[in-house]
């Protein structure tokens, strides 16, 4: 099965600073690479996403980057503010014709410092 | 509004009690999930459904049942419940081409 690895596990950083979260997968087949944020007691939701054929996807603050041959994508987040303190996690999908997963990694607690 | 809806939001029993989670979507979606999480950790698949009669066993092993009867409803049933099943359950769903999950807002389960 696909082995996630997230690092780190837990982030602090000053507001106004940049994150940046790493997530590693182990099946090459892998070929969708979202990343979902969870705030304290809610539903985790996608914030970003990237397809295989992307190197690098922006919206506003939040960018993701994929490094298909080192198998790794990043989550990166400028200018951080309050809001953006959550738990984190990318999710690497695999989806050939009659062969769909899922995994979740462990998850990133970013704590924003006022 | 389409969502996914979890009740019941908190659950407190006892031991050896049966329970019933219920989970439901209005936006269509063929396949829907139950994830177990403990606070803030990992989320771990226990049961999956591709569509209506389809149901299968995730990567975490658990004692729960679960069914798929009708499109929009995917029920997680645990005959026993002991202090082990304590966590949260979250349902979620994603429409049949694609891989994005729409998350309900979870059961936070209390065995005593």
């Known amino acids: 099965g696909e082995n996630v690895e997230q690092h780190p596990s837990t982030l602090s950083v000053q507001e106004g600073d940049s994150a940046v979260i790493k997530c590693t997968y182990s099946?090459?087949?892998?070929?969708?690479f979202p990343w979902y944020k969870q705030e304290l007691g809610k539903r985790p939701q996608l914030i970003i996403d990237?397809?295989?054929?992307?190197g690098e996807k922006k919206d506003q603050r939040i960018a993701v980057t994929l490094n298909k041959t080192a198998k790794h994508f990043s989550l990166h987040i400028t200018e951080t503010q309050p809001e953006d303190s959550a738990v984190y996690f990318c999710?690497?999908?695999?989806?050939?014709?009659?062969?769909?997963?899922?995994?979740f990694g462990t998850g990133t607690r970013l704590t924003i410092i006022p | 509004e389409a969502d996914i809806y979890q009740t019941p939001r908190y659950l407190v029993i006892g031991t050896g009690k049966k329970i019933t989670l219920e989970c439901s979507q209005t936006?269509?979606?063929?396949?829907m999930y139950w994830y177990q999480q403990d606070p803030g950790m990992e989320l771990h698949l226990i049961h999956y459904?591709?569509?209506?009669?389809?149901?299968e066993k995730g990567d975490l092993s658990s004692e729960s049942t679960v069914s798929r009867i009708r499109t929009e409803h995917f029920p997680l049933t645990l005959e026993s419940a002991r202090p082990s099943h304590t966590s949260q359950y979250l349902c979620?769903?994603?429409?049949?081409?694609?891989?994005?999950?729409?998350f309900g807002s979870g059961t936070q389960l209390s065995v005593l």
């Open positions: 936006m269509g979606h063929d396949k």
């Open positions: 459904s591709y569509g209506v009669n389809s149901t």
């Open positions: 990237i397809r295989s054929n992307v």
């Open positions: 979620a769903s994603s429409e049949g081409t694609n891989e994005k999950l729409f």
């Open positions: 099946d090459s087949a892998s070929n969708y």
């Open positions: 999710a690497p999908f695999i989806s050939n014709f009659g062969n769909e997963k899922l995994t």
